[in-house]
């Protein structure tokens, strides 16, 4: 395999802009009824708005392959090398996460805003599970407190399963070349059909509460708990997950002197028009599909082409001030739902107005990109290096940072994880 070290920028600043997708959908009353354009315009716009959802399979897809391609999957399933790759994880996603948690807790206990506000549902036991990272495991609590970490509890059982699942994948991409792309190929395909399965099982037998984006308030147990557990299982997620494995092993094999380098946009603009014009007709297609990796294929396209490098695109999300916020968006995708709750006490007690139409998503989006870099700068990435060498310590030298096997692509992208 080419281990040949690059230097992927542009995987980094495009997680600004599905972070900030993520943040438009989840205020995108705000922005559609103001719109004002076209009828054919604004249903297209609508229709892109309100999938921010999908980014969800944008990130884990992402989040697999940053993984892949920064370790050694062959290594990692040792002790020690495990050790090093779990404390890693747990020190960058940790403390940015943890703080998302802890800031809802006034809310919470003075009612500042309802428990229920946004899929908030507080209370003791579903605040443990949350801090535990094991709400997406339990129907009906995925969403509760700060709604939007559902994904890392995905991500910490991915973390855990890539040691195991890393290894057999490594092993189908060894041997020639063009067998070892083509059983590639055919796994990366297997993942999105094993992917889509469930989905397509719950449009046939008409799951109760999963046909609509907007039902999050669902029961614990019975029909409807089905609905949730499809949703955010790290379990049926998984898929999405490991082709981002099989993108990153396929893209790591791609020969040094290959005519591939430096024509990415041959994969990233065909990507991108896919996407746009799935979601622009997403009211057409079934919700659970959409929602569960139906776009995992053409995301892996995107972030193929930009890690291939060429084209406008590639500059510009590659220029610093855009990787400065792609390395923040984290903390934008973590914290952006307890900024809404905390911004929108402001608005209707200091303002005397409702947190909604153009000047309050101004004035929320403007929040959440400042508040979450000056938070990424001061907070996250210092407690993150601090944890990182505490645990190290308290590991006696066995935990230290694996070494990756190429060069930096920022891992903090694998751990920003967005969308509802």
Known sequence: MNTSRRQLPALTGIRFFLAMWVVVYHQSDSLLGPLGAAPWLHRAIEGIVQTGYTAVSAFFVLSGFVLAYNYDLRTLGSGRNGVRFGIARF???????????????????????????????????????????????????????????????????????????????????????????????????????????????????????????????????????????????????????????????????????????????????????????????????????????????????????????????????????VVFLGNASYSMYILHAPIAAWMGIGFRRVLNADPDGPVWLICYVTGVIGLAAVFFRKAEEPSHRWLRKRLSDWAAGTAAVAVPITSDVSTNAASNVTGN
């Open 91 to 321: 020190s960058r996603i940790y403390p940015a996460y943890v703080t998302g948690l802890l800031i809802l807790i006034p809310l919470a206990i003075y009612r500042l805003v309802a428990v229920v506000e946004g899929g908030m549902h507080a209370g003791a036991g579903n605040f443990i599970l949350s801090l535990c990272l094991l709400q997406a495991w339990v129907p009906g609590s995925a969403l509760s407190w700060n709604y939007p970490g559902w994904s890392l509890s995905d991500e910490a059982f991915f973390y855990a399963m890539l040691p195991f699942a890393g290894v057999l994948m490594a092993r189908i991409a060894e041997g020639s070349s063009g067998r070892r792309t083509f059983r590639l190929l055919g796994l990366a395909a297997a993942l999105w059909l094993l992917g889509l399965a469930v989905p397509v099982w719950a449009v046939l037998h008409q799951v109760p509460h999963f046909g609509d984006a907007q039902a999050t308030d669902i029961e614990l147990v019975g029909e409807g708990a089905w609905a949730n557990a499809i949703r955010y299982s790290p379990v049926f997620r998984l898929p999405e997950f490991c082709m981002g494995v099989v993108l990153a092993l396929l893209y790591r094999s791609i020969p040094a002197k290959s005519r591939l380098w430096n024509s990415g946009a041959r994969f990233y603009v065909p990507g991108a028009a896919i996407v746009l014009l799935v979601l622009a007709n997403g009211d057409r297609i079934p919700y659970p599909v959409v929602h569960n990796g139906l776009l995992a294929p053409a995301y892996a396209m995107i972030f193929f082409g930009l890690a291939l490098e060429g084209g406008i695109l590639v500059r510009f999300l590659s220029l610093p001030a």
